[in-house]
């Protein structure tokens, strides 16, 4: 499809156990996002790629939090030794990342984690 | 600190009117502003747009007006339909959005037939 697309869509897993989120952006974006969307809240910024390079990963919550995304198209976000409160679903969105162009950034359908 | 956040979390109106969502912001730096209506189970979907150098657009039944006087965001919805029924998020960004977005809460908007 022409959308961001994530898998899996459904995460259950044990405290304790590491997770990877995959994201698959649109063909031809440049940026990445990974955001965390806590049940009814908004969505809360946790990294930024431009191709393979991290430009900001200041909102990661903690150390147990990597992100990486070495060919600059998909990305994965792991999460090791998860926890209760990481329990939420994962965004994933992309932009053109063309300068001085519009910079709408286009989600997926994120990834419900959940955490027993 | 500086956050963007909505006066209203829930907003019923009736099938066929207009609805108007407000958002107010606090970071005077964002230059970038964005609305998004998100469905359950689904991700943002983008709606409409503006920057900080204009004080209104308009899109296919959406209007959104953006006053840096009071850090003032709205969407306006025009006749309202059943599949406007959402959940809406404004967000702010600097740069013209090429970092992250700070997300407001959002505000359930519910269409009565």
């Known amino acids: 499809g022409a959308g961001v697309s994530q898998s899996p869509r459904y995460k259950v897993a044990k405290r304790g156990q590491d997770v990877a989120l995959r994201c698959d952006p649109i063909?031809?974006?440049?940026?990445l996002f990974w955001y965390q969307q806590a049940l009814g809240q908004g969505p809360e910024f946790l990294t930024y790629?431009?191709?393979?390079?991290?430009?900001?990963k200041s909102g990661l919550p903690s150390d147990r939090f990597f992100a990486e995304r070495p060919e600059g198209s998909v990305s994965t976000l792991k999460i090791q030794r998860t926890q209760q409160e990481d329990s939420a679903v994962y965004l994933c969105?992309?932009?053109?990342?063309?300068?001085?162009?519009?910079?709408?950034?286009?989600f997926g359908p994120g990834t419900r984690l959940l955490v027993l | 600190g500086e956050s963007v956040g909505l006066h209203l979390p829930t907003l019923s109106v009736q099938e066929g009117d207009n609805s108007i969502i407000n958002c107010a912001y606090s970071?005077?730096?964002?230059?970038?502003f964005i609305w998004y209506k998100q469905e359950s189970g689904k991700g943002p979907q983008f709606i409409i747009d503006?920057?900080?150098?204009?004080d209104k657009r308009q899109g296919q039944r959406v209007t959104v007006l953006l006053n840096k006087t009071v850090k003032h965001l709205s969407l306006q919805i025009a006749a309202t339909q059943p599949g406007d029924s959402a959940v809406y998020f404004c967000?702010?960004?600097?740069?013209?959005?090429?970092?992250?977005?700070?997300f407001g809460k959002g505000t359930h908007l519910i269409i009565q037939p």
């Open positions: 503006i920057r900080s150098n204009m």
């Open positions: 063909s031809g974006h440049v940026s």
């Open positions: 790629f431009q191709n393979e390079a991290q430009l900001d």
């Open positions: 969105a992309s932009s053109s990342g063309l300068a001085g162009g519009q910079e709408t950034q286009y």
């Open positions: 970071n005077s730096a964002s230059d970038y």
């Open positions: 967000a702010e960004g600097e740069g013209g959005g090429a970092d992250g977005l700070t």
